[in-house]
Each structure stands twice: as structure tokens, then as C-alpha cells.
């Protein structure tokens, strides 16, 4: 038999609450042309059970005896994936029907892709709805600071992979440290369409460990830049990152240092790193918004925008004077 057009590739852990809504939203996809590779890893609760309720020929189901957490079951499911193109699954998310359709027809109108992911609406509470950047210059320079794809949104191109995996060192930010190995050679997007449902769990916050593997992955991407930061900023850029107030001349640094060093690698399109750069500004300016400061800096200040200047300047007043 021939090879299926899509390898869809989910693994599960004990996610016997929301599995069926997450396999239902695969197998009632437009799109048909796809094997579904489910990763039972080590599950002890129902899941294996729910997995084997289903009686569609798609579905390729694989045990692991033990647990072998994410990146090494992901690995396995890439290995077995005889897809053209591979599509990422989390067990307790939602597929919208056109989403497999929608990515499809974008890859081989646009064959110099090589991954694509969609914009994201939340099952909450909190509901949200996350617009990722789309083109590749605008993700790379997110990147820069954060991850700038959803992971289960994702559709590669088989033969991402055929240099390189998930690597285990960055577990925990797994999805974000391949977005950086991939930018250095491969073209990034992000369809802006919502066509994706992620399930927002109570209480669900970023792991210390989480945070940290995602500094290391940043130093990773700053290093595409050939951009070597001082020890002391790599500390403020951390505040940053955490929503923590930096002083003005503290961030200007950091953000003049990545700058610079972009400006002579090429690496990244200087406009589209300068937005990221500024709205990251802006956004710690309005943590703490004093009047004062806005003298004191105002030379640095306006180099990141007059327009935005003058908008925050203007806030800043108001809320003085109400006591906001």
C-alpha cells in the first residue's frame, strides 16, 4: 500500500480525561489522507483501553512498556512516521475539522516551507486566542525571546527530520530549542487562522524547570546571532522575561547589544527584530509607569518609538492621577 500523505504523531500519558475529544478531532478531520500514530507512554489509567475502543485502520497504536517522558517518545513516533508530511497532537487539545486541509494546501503552494503551525484559541477559563507571528523573519525574531510556534499546531515536512530530532537536553522546552536549531536552515510559518483548540488546565503555570531550560534554548538563539551577552545582562534579560521592572538604560543595553550583533550577521531581518524589540520594551515601561521616568530617560525612550513615546507618556499621566 502506499504511503499516507500525513503521519500524525501523538504521544499519551495517563491522559484518559480528554483522549477521546482529542482522537475524535483527528478522525473527523477533512483531510483523510493520514495514519494516526498514538504513543501509549506507560500510561496506568484508561488510557490503552480508549486507544483500543476505536476501530479505524488509520490508527497505529504503540505501547512503551515504560515511561520514556516527551522528546523520546516523539523521536519514536518520527521514526515510524511514513508520512510525507508529519503533524503534531497533544492528547488533551483539539484539532478544528479544516485544520489538515488548511496546512496542507499552504505546503505545497509553498514548497521552500518547511514547518508550518496555526494560531491557537484556549479551552479555558482563561479563553484566549493566541496570534503567533506568521512570515519567517517575523517568528525568527521572536525567537529571539520566546518560542513562536505552537507545538501541536504543527506540520513538518518528513525530511525536517532527517538530520535531527527533539533533543532530550532541552526537555520541558523541547518544541522551542528545534524552532531555533530549524530557523538556521529552514523557513518557518505560522497560518493565521485559528484552527487549533489548546486546553488550559487550573492552576496551570510554567515549571521553574520550564523557565530555565527555555533560558538555555535563548542563549542557543542568541548565539545564531553571534551575540554574546555580558553576565549581568543575561541576569536582566531573565527579569525580563519573568515580567520583573528593568531600568530603561539596563534593557537599552541588552536590546542595543542583540541589535548590533543581528546588524552584523544578517541573520535576522532588522525590522522585524526591531518591532519584537520594541513592543518588549514598551510592554516592561508599562509594569511601572512613573512620570519621572519618563524625564529621566527620555532620550533613550524616544529612540524606541515617539509615537509609542508620547501614547505611554500620556497613560502614565492618567493613571498617576487617578492612582492607577
Same mark, same amino acid.
Given at each position: @500500500?502506499?504511503?499516507?500523505?500525513?503521519?500524525?504523531?501523538?504521544p499519551?500519558?495517563?491522559?484518559? &480525561?480528554?483522549?477521546?475529544?482529542?482522537i475524535?478531532s483527528i478522525?473527523?478531520?477533512t483531510?483523510?489522507?493520514?495514519?494516526?500514530?498514538?504513543?501509549?507512554d506507560?500510561?496506568?489509567? &484508561?488510557?490503552?483501553e480508549i486507544?483500543?475502543?476505536y476501530?479505524?485502520?488509520?490508527?497505529?497504536?504503540?505501547?512503551?512498556?515504560?515511561?520514556?517522558q516527551?522528546?523520546?517518545?516523539?523521536?519514536k513516533?518520527?521514526?515510524l512516521?511514513?508520512g510525507?508530511?508529519i503533524a503534531?497532537?497533544?492528547a488533551?487539545?483539539?484539532?478544528?475539522p479544516?485544520r489538515?486541509?488548511k496546512?496542507?494546501?499552504?505546503?505545497e503552494?509553498?514548497?521552500?516551507?518547511d514547518?508550518?503551525?496555526t494560531?491557537v484559541?484556549?479551552i479555558?477559563?482563561p479563553?484566549?486566542?493566541?496570534?503567533?507571528?506568521?512570515?519567517?523573519?517575523?517568528i525568527k525574531?521572536? *525567537?529571539v525571546f520566546?518560542?513562536a510556534?505552537?507545538h501541536?499546531t504543527?506540520?513538518f515536512?518528513?525530511?525536517v527530520?532527517?538530520?535531527?530530532l527533539?533533543?532530550?537536553?532541552?526537555?520541558?522546552?523541547?518544541?522551542?530549542?528545534?524552532w531555533? &536549531?530549524?530557523s538556521k536552515?529552514h523557513?518557518l510559518?505560522?497560518l493565521p487562522?485559528f484552527?487549533?483548540?489548546?486546553?488550559?488546565?487550573?492552576?496551570q503555570?510554567?515549571s521553574?524547570r520550564?523557565?530555565?531550560?527555555?533560558s @538555555?534554548v535563548?542563549?542557543?538563539?542568541?548565539?545564531?546571532?553571534?551575540?554574546?551577552l555580558?553576565t549581568?545582562?543575561?541576569?536582566?534579560?531573565?527579569?525580563?522575561?519573568?515580567?520583573k521592572?528593568?531600568?530603561?538604560?539596563?534593557?537599552d543595553?541588552?536590546?542595543?547589544t542583540?541589535l548590533n550583533?543581528n546588524?552584523?550577521t544578517g541573520?535576522?531581518?532588522d525590522?522585524?527584530l526591531k518591532?519584537?524589540?520594541?513592543?518588549?520594551?514598551w510592554?516592561?515601561?508599562?509594569l511601572?509607569c512613573?512620570?519621572?521616568?519618563?524625564?529621566?530617560?527620555r532620550?533613550i525612550l524616544k529612540?524606541y518609538? *515617539?509615537?509609542?513615546?508620547?501614547?505611554?507618556?500620556?497613560k502614565?499621566?492618567i493613571g498617576s492621577?487617578?492612582?492607577k
Amino acid at each position: @500500500m502506499r504511503n499516507p500523505t500525513i503521519s500524525v504523531v501523538m504521544p499519551v500519558y495517563n491522559g484518559e &480525561k480528554y483522549l477521546n475529544e482529542a482522537i475524535d478531532s483527528i478522525l473527523h478531520q477533512t483531510y483523510t489522507d493520514f495514519e494516526f500514530i498514538i504513543l501509549n507512554d506507560g500510561s496506568t489509567d &484508561k488510557t490503552e483501553e480508549i486507544i483500543l475502543s476505536y476501530d479505524d485502520p488509520r490508527i497505529v497504536y504503540v505501547k512503551n512498556e515504560e515511561n520514556l517522558q516527551i522528546v523520546k517518545t516523539l523521536n519514536k513516533g518520527i521514526a515510524l512516521a511514513k508520512g510525507k508530511y508529519i503533524a503534531r497532537m497533544d492528547a488533551d487539545d483539539i484539532s478544528l475539522p479544516e485544520r489538515f486541509e488548511k496546512q496542507i494546501a499552504f505546503m505545497e503552494e509553498n514548497p521552500d516551507i518547511d514547518v508550518c503551525g496555526t494560531w491557537v484559541e484556549t479551552i479555558g477559563p482563561p479563553y484566549e486566542y493566541w496570534r503567533y507571528p506568521v512570515d519567517n523573519e517575523q517568528i525568527k525574531a521572536a *525567537l529571539v525571546f520566546n518560542s513562536a510556534l505552537a507545538h501541536p499546531t504543527v506540520m513538518f515536512r518528513n525530511t525536517v527530520f532527517e538530520h535531527t530530532l527533539y533533543e532530550e537536553t532541552y526537555n520541558k522546552a523541547e518544541d522551542y530549542a528545534l524552532w531555533v &536549531k530549524l530557523s538556521k536552515e529552514h523557513r518557518l510559518h505560522n497560518l493565521p487562522l485559528f484552527l487549533f483548540q489548546y486546553r488550559l488546565h487550573p492552576g496551570q503555570t510554567e515549571s521553574v524547570r520550564q523557565f530555565e531550560v527555555a533560558s @538555555m534554548v535563548r542563549q542557543k538563539m542568541l548565539s545564531n546571532l553571534n551575540c554574546s551577552l555580558k553576565t549581568e545582562q543575561i541576569g536582566f534579560l531573565r527579569d525580563i522575561m519573568l515580567d520583573k521592572v528593568v531600568e530603561i538604560d539596563k534593557m537599552d543595553s541588552i536590546f542595543t547589544t542583540i541589535l548590533n550583533a543581528n546588524d552584523k550577521t544578517g541573520f535576522i531581518d532588522d525590522k522585524a527584530l526591531k518591532t519584537v524589540i520594541i513592543n518588549m520594551f514598551w510592554r516592561n515601561i508599562r509594569l511601572s509607569c512613573k512620570v519621572k521616568v519618563f524625564y529621566k530617560y527620555r532620550f533613550i525612550l524616544k529612540k524606541y518609538g *515617539l509615537l509609542k513615546y508620547f501614547k505611554s507618556l500620556i497613560k502614565c499621566i492618567i493613571g498617576s492621577r487617578y492612582g492607577k
